[in-house]
């Protein structure tokens, strides 16, 4: 697995490009004799997909029954530093959120039952799908092709890993785990022009700078008391200069939310109080929402069964209670369709550089001894779902 994940991490491929690391991953597989579908996730019609399907079958006794564990292909663009055995050797892109990692896991898990198959009965679909971290996201592609349908498992399991925790530490949480999130454009048209005579202009950094409070506090005030709610904004292009006022200033933001009620509503109601403000301002605004992944949604029944796996696993000692997170992961979709449990790995050791960085930071790394935990953990959790 460690050879597997630093072959995965000196060649990482962005979203939907995952072509090299999906046939890396089709050929380990097939070494073993492992059926696999390849070229499913199409972002097009007419282009194959990157993410693939394989099948693990035990052979104890007969059983239709089949659970599903996934890993994502895809990298971030980032340039990486540090890790010189194994640095990124593709400019500008490396694996900043732990998917080589989840990928060698799975592999491991998969492979590992495959050479354990007279033991355990059922089948063990092994998801391997692109486009994790770009909109409309893989599984969202997966879903919609149906190609979780045949055989259709009883519940579907994922991992990802995670610095706060140290290496042997494993986290679960029932319910809404992870926000939904959404993807916020905003263009405000005024009238630019030289800056000695801004009085006759419409200014829209001026109106940006009235908005963007407006908009905070209006999120704010929606939003039920106690409800976890996110407005965000990190970009903002005006591209002007000292003596010149643009016509246009582009922002660029995110909403995360944990109730689609809510999620709706402010949806409605930040367009509406945005165009209006911008257009008593003397501007026009466009607003454009890209609705993103839907809440996690651990399903209980199946989360405490793999809790109480995990404390056989690695003992109960090694087991805590994760708070809900306002990050996004598009596994959410899978939990809308099916049971789910999305739990998080341990990787963190302040013995180690890079361990402790955080997720989507450019010194970020895995203490590779999470590795063997996080396969047997994928392995023997599927395992007890098919007892």
Not at 64 to 77: I, N, Q, S, V
Not at 331 to 350: D, I, K, Q, S
Request: hydrophobic share 45%.
């Amino acid at each position: 697995m460690v050879r597997w994940r630093r072959h995965l991490h000196r060649h990482p491929e962005l979203s939907f490009q995952e072509h090299n690391t999906a046939a890396f991953v089709a050929e380990v597989l097939k070494q073993e004799g492992i059926t696999v579908r390849e070229g499913v996730g199409k972002l097009t019609a007419d282009a194959p997909g990157t993410g693939l399907i394989a099948l693990v079958h035990g052979e104890a006794q007969a059983s239709e029954r089949c659970f599903a564990l996934r890993a994502d292909l895809d990298a971030l663009p980032i340039t990486e530093v540090g890790k010189p055995d194994y640095c990124s050797t593709a400019p500008g892109v490396m694996h900043a959120c732990g998917h080589d990692a989840h990928t060698a896991m799975v592999l491991g898990a998969g492979i590992a039952l495959h050479r354990l198959r007279k033991a355990w009965s059922g089948t063990v679909m092994l998801v391997f799908q692109p486009g994790e971290e770009k909109e409309p996201g893989g599984a969202s592609l997966l879903v919609k092709e149906g190609v979780l349908n045949d055989p259709k498992p009883s519940g579907i399991m994922a991992q990802h890993v995670t610095p706060e925790l140290e290496v042997g530490m494993l986290g679960f949480r029932e319910g809404p785990f992870m926000a939904a999130a959404d993807e916020l454009y905003l263009t405000i048209q005024g009238k630019g022009g030289h800056a000695a005579v801004r009085p006759t202009l419409v200014d829209p950094i001026l109106i940006a700078a009235k908005l963007l409070p407006a908009l905070y506090d209006a999120a704010e005030r929606l939003t039920p008391p106690g409800e976890p709610m996110v407005l965000s904004f990190g970009k903002v292009v005006a591209n002007g200069a000292t003596n010149i006022v643009p016509d246009t200033v582009h922002i660029d933001g995110t909403l995360r939310t944990f109730n689609e009620g809510t999620r709706a509503q402010l949806h409605a109601d930040l367009v509406r109080l945005g165009v209006t403000m911008v257009r008593e301002l003397g501007g026009a605004l466009e607003f454009r929402i890209v609705k993103g992944s839907p809440v996690v949604k651990n399903d209980p029944a199946l989360t405490a069964r793999m809790r109480a796996a995990a404390e056989e696993f690695v003992g109960a000692d090694k087991v805590v209670e994760m708070p809900i997170r306002m990050g996004a992961e598009d596994f959410a979709y899978y939990t809308h369709v099916m049971p789910g449990c999305f739990f998080r790995l341990g990787t963190g050791n302040a013995a180690k550089p890079g361990t402790q960085s955080g997720l989507h930071t450019a010194a970020f790394d895995v203490d590779e001894d999470a590795l063997g935990i996080g396969a047997g953990m994928m392995a023997w959790g599927a395992v007890c779902e098919l007892q």
